[in-house]
């Protein structure tokens, strides 16, 4: 008697019970465009790809890369590339199923790869806000990159609009 007792408590158990919800991938895509601000002004092209998880319908992060192309950073009529490596987090807000207002914030390091800035390298920081309509962001931030070169440190300031898909 004992043992079915048991046993019904365990089957019983078993169905009032539910399951966690499921961290999930959380991939996107971004392409963008920075207009420079203060002293060391530079427009700049954004392409940005980030790979993480959706740890919620609140909260995801993830890994950051991409290539920001410098519109005549040292030299007029010649660009510089430079490689973002961040960390990415995003709060989002849903308002309904397919919208959601976020902030996002992205913390990381700009390294120089072209031959006008391959002694660069610095600190990035770009909190923004956006909304999220189904797959696609909209998103618009301040990206501040401190940079050193050679000993010699300064800050770069733009502000920044991307367009994103995310899947």
Same mark, same amino acid.
């Given at each position: 008697?004992?043992?079915?007792?048991?046993? !019904?408590?365990?089957?019983?158990? &078993?169905?009032?019970?539910?399951?966690?919800?499921l961290?999930? /991938?959380?991939?996107?895509? %971004?392409?963008?465009?920075?207009?420079?601000?203060?002293?060391? &002004?530079? %427009? *700049?092209? %954004?392409? $940005?790809?980030?790979?993480?998880?959706?740890?919620?319908? /609140?909260?995801?992060?993830?890994?950051? !890369?991409?290539?920001?192309?410098? $519109?005549? +950073?040292?030299?007029?009529?010649? =660009?510089?590339l430079?490689?973002?490596?961040? +960390?990415?987090?995003?709060? /989002?807000?849903? &308002?309904?199923?397919?919208?959601s207002?976020?902030?996002?914030?992205?913390?990381?390091?700009?390294?120089? +790869?072209?031959?006008?800035?391959?002694?660069? &390298?610095?600190?990035?920081?770009?909190?923004?806000?956006?909304?999220?309509?189904? $797959?696609?962001?909209?998103?618009? =931030?301040?990206?501040?990159? *401190? %940079?050193?070169?050679?000993?010699?440190?300064?800050?770069?300031?733009?502000?920044?609009?991307?367009?994103?898909?995310?899947?």
């Amino acid at each position: 008697m004992k043992k079915i007792t048991l046993l !019904v408590i365990m089957i019983v158990t &078993a169905f009032t019970l539910n399951a966690q919800s499921l961290v999930k /991938y959380h991939g996107e895509v %971004n392409a963008g465009y920075s207009v420079g601000i203060g002293t060391f &002004a530079t %427009n *700049r092209v %954004n392409i $940005h790809t980030i790979q993480g998880v959706d740890i919620s319908k /609140y909260f995801s992060t993830g890994v950051g !890369v991409g290539l920001d192309y410098y $519109h005549e +950073l040292y030299e007029k009529g010649k =660009g510089e590339l430079v490689l973002s490596l961040f +960390l990415n987090m995003k709060g /989002y807000l849903p &308002a309904t199923e397919t919208v959601s207002p976020f902030f996002s914030l992205d913390l990381g390091v700009g390294i120089g +790869l072209t031959k006008g800035v391959d002694g660069m &390298a610095g600190f990035i920081c770009t909190p923004s806000v956006g909304v999220k309509l189904s $797959h696609c962001t909209l998103q618009v =931030g301040y990206n501040m990159q *401190r %940079n050193s070169e050679y000993g010699f440190g300064y800050t770069m300031g733009s502000i920044q609009m991307k367009l994103g898909y995310i899947f």
